[in-house]
């Protein structure tokens, strides 16, 4: 086997699914607390209704995060809660990409 | 700003802007902070000037008005947290083991503490102390909802109290609230006979320099508070800037 950084195929054994920016930017702040409204996900990420909705649903569909939909008064409010899955995904990412990217002072 | 795949965008920014908007909703109090501060100074300058301009400021109607701050700034310190730091929605904070741990510590400290001054209060009523001084006050009960209060400001504490930072502001309020409530139920029933100036010797001398020295915390982390929360709150506003704007 390879040496880590040395398998050129390693980089096609990333989760194409994390590794998608406006994924990972999801996944990130999902990552960083409990739960996150929809409101907050679109800002502090600057995508459109959209373009989140769309990105959420495939994260959903491979179980890296739950959508939750609840009231407050009378105003429907969404969040999301990145599940064990997403934490483990996201975290394997992170190593994978780590083991990949040449050491500080070597090129 | 992620407007497209080919953008990487700064994880470590995102994930700590992400906790630090989220420790607005469950730790930290900005404003409310500084307002608790506020009406601790404003406490003790009422306290020290009780005829302010020839008015009696410090009348018992006021009195029994004060001992409601501590929960009239839970009231408040909601409102303002929900005013001013929902903004953008509700973020929950990952959850802290250590963090808990440390404001069910002030929690239970500040319950012992009630419990310890409303028993204190009771049993100098008990002991017959203000009924040998005031063969009146065996006849009419005493004001028992001052020894209720103190309960009161134990109730909401478990679901109010967030923060370290709002335990401190908390139980400086209520602290001061019960240096009206003590002696207000103790001397309900007039001036202690003989009064309270003779006969304290040291004791009266050591309470008296400690009360000053209390004041003056008070008034200085009063200060201090106003000024923290102000600070906190400016980061709010940073925090919110630094968010890429609305498309």
């Known amino acids: 086997m390879a040496k880590p950084g040395t398998d050129p195929k390693a980089i096609l054994d990333l989760d194409r699914l994390v590794h998608e920016p406006a994924r990972l930017a999801i996944l990130t702040v999902l990552a960083s607390a409990e739960e996150v409204a929809f409101l907050f996900l679109q800002r ?7 373009n989140l909705s769309s990105h959420t649903q495939k994260l959903e569909a491979a179980g890296y995060l739950d959508t939750v939909k609840a009231f407050q008064g009378r105003i429907p409010v969404t969040s999301f809660r990145i599940t064990e899955d997403g934490r483990t995904a996201l975290r394997l990412y992170h190593q994978q990409l780590r083991a990949l990217l040449p050491k500080e002072g070597k090129s | 700003m992620i407007p497209s795949t080919s953008e990487v965008p700064d994880l470590e920014a995102l994930g700590t802007l992400t906790r630090e908007y989220a420790a607005f909703q469950s730790r930290k109090s900005g404003l409310a902070t500084a307002l608790g501060g506020f009406l601790a100074v404003i406490l003790v300058i009422a306290a020290l000037s009780p005829n302010f301009m020839g008015l009696q400021v410090m009348n018992r109607l006021l009195i029994e008005y004060l001992v409601w701050v501590p929960l009239l700034w839970l009231g408040l310190k ?28 002030w929690i239970l400290g500040m319950t012992l503490f009630l419990l310890a001054m409303a028993l204190t209060a009771l049993y100098a009523f008990a002991s017959g102390h203000l009924q040998a001084n005031h063969p009146k006050a ?12 103190p309960f009161l400001y134990v109730l909401p504490m478990p679901w109010l109290i967030r923060g370290i930072e709002e335990a401190r502001v908390y139980a400086v309020l209520m602290a001061q609230s019960l240096l009206w409530l003590i002696p207000f139920f103790l001397f309900s029933f007039g001036p202690p006979n003989p009064p309270l100036h003779s006969g304290w010797g040291l004791f ?7 009360m ?12 201090l508070a106003m000024v923290r929360g102000w600070k906190e709150h400016r980061k709010y506003l940073a925090l919110l800037r630094s968010l890429p704007q609305e498309a």
């Open chain 1, 44 to 50: 502090i990420t600057g995508m459109s209704k959209g």
């Open chain 2, 78 to 105: 909601e409102l303002m947290g929900r005013a001013l730091y929902h903004g953008l929605g509700t973020v929950k904070a990952s959850p802290d083991g250590a963090y808990e741990r440390r404001r069910w510590f």
């Open chain 2, 138 to 149: 065996a006849l009419c009960p005493p004001p028992m909802w001052i020894l209720v209060m």
């Open chain 2, 204 to 210: 009266g001398d050591v309470t008296g320099i400690g």
């Open chain 2, 212 to 223: 000053v020295v209390l004041i003056e915390l008070v008034q200085i982390w009063g200060a």
